[in-house]
C-alpha cells in the first residue's frame, strides 16, 4: 500500500532557528501533498497544499514567510519553520494522495518543540 | 463551504459491544467522499473507512460499518465486537471537488475492559 514517511519524528529547536520536516512519498508519485498543524487534543488544521513545481498554496491565516514549503519532486516535501518560536511549538503532519485514489495517507507526524 | 460535525467530543464502550459515532456534514455539491479516520495514542492517522456519495450501498470494513444517509447529510460509523485496541479519536472527514480533506471536530472513544 502507499506509504508516507515523515521526518523527524520529533525535534526540539531553540527560539529563533529554523527546523526542516521532510515528508516522503515511499512507493507512489505524489504530485499533491498536504501539510497539517493539530493542537493537543483537537483536529487537524490544513495549512497548505504543496503542489510539486509549483508554489504552495496557503490557508487563510497561516504565515507563508513562516512555514516554507517546496515541493521539488513527486516524492518529497519539506516543510520549513523558520524563525521558530515558543508558539510554534506543535504537532505537524503531512498527506499525500495516490493518484486516483481517493483519501490520503498520512506521514506519522513530527511534535516540535520550541524552547 | 464545507463543514463536518462530530456531535460527540466523548463515547465510551464496553469490549465486545458495539458503538456508534456520528457526523453530519454540510456541501452543495453533489459528488463527494467521506471518511473516517482513527487517530490512536501514537497519533498515527489510520484511514478506516471510506464511502463514494454516489454508492447507496453503505460501505463495510470488517467490524466497522457506516450508515451513509444522503439526503440527511449524515455519516455514522458503527464499531461492532469492540476492542481495546479501538481506543482512540475518531475523525470524520469530507472530500470534494478541491481534493482537501475537511475534518470534524473529533470523537474520543475509549473501550472499556
Known amino acids: 500500500g502507499a506509504v508516507v514517511s515523515q521526518h523527524p519524528s520529533r525535534v526540539i529547536c531553540k527560539s529563533g532557528t529554523s527546523v526542516k520536516i521532510e515528508c516522503r512519498s515511499l512507493d507512489f508519485q505524489a504530485t499533491t501533498m498536504f501539510w497539517y498543524r493539530q493542537f493537543p487534543k483537537q483536529s487537524l488544521m490544513l495549512m497548505a497544499t504543496s503542489n510539486e513545481g509549483s508554489k504552495a498554496t496557503y490557508e487563510q491565516g497561516v504565515e507563508k514567510d513562516k512555514f516554507l514549503i517546496n515541493h521539488a519532486s513527486l516524492t518529497l516535501s519539506t516543510l520549513t519553520v523558520t524563525s521558530a518560536h515558543p508558539e510554534d511549538s506543535s504537532f505537524y503532519i503531512c498527506?499525500?494522495?495516490?493518484?486516483?485514489?481517493?483519501?490520503?495517507?498520512f506521514g506519522s507526524g513530527t511534535r516540535l518543540t520550541v524552547v | 463551504a464545507q463543514t463536518v460535525t462530530q456531535s460527540q467530543p466523548e463515547m465510551s464502550v464496553q469490549e465486545a459491544e458495539t458503538v456508534t459515532l456520528s457526523c453530519t456534514y454540510d456541501?452543495?455539491?453533489?459528488?463527494?467522499?467521506l471518511f473516517w479516520y482513527k487517530q490512536p495514542p501514537s497519533r498515527q492517522m489510520i484511514l478506516v473507512i471510506r464511502?463514494?456519495?454516489?454508492?447507496?450501498q453503505n460501505a463495510t470494513e470488517n467490524r466497522f460499518s457506516v450508515n451513509f444517509q444522503k439526503a440527511a447529510k449524515s455519516f455514522s460509523l458503527k464499531i461492532s465486537d469492540s476492542q481495546l485496541g479501538d481506543t482512540a479519536m475518531y475523525f470524520c472527514?469530507?472530500?470534494?471537488?478541491?481534493?482537501?480533506?475537511?475534518f470534524g471536530k473529533g470523537t474520543k472513544l475509549t473501550v472499556n475492559p
Open positions: 456541501t452543495s455539491e453533489n459528488n463527494y467522499y
Open positions: 498527506s499525500a494522495a495516490l493518484q486516483g485514489y481517493y483519501g490520503y495517507t
Open positions: 464511502q463514494e456519495a454516489y454508492k447507496q
Open positions: 472527514a469530507f472530500q470534494g471537488g478541491s481534493e482537501k480533506l475537511v
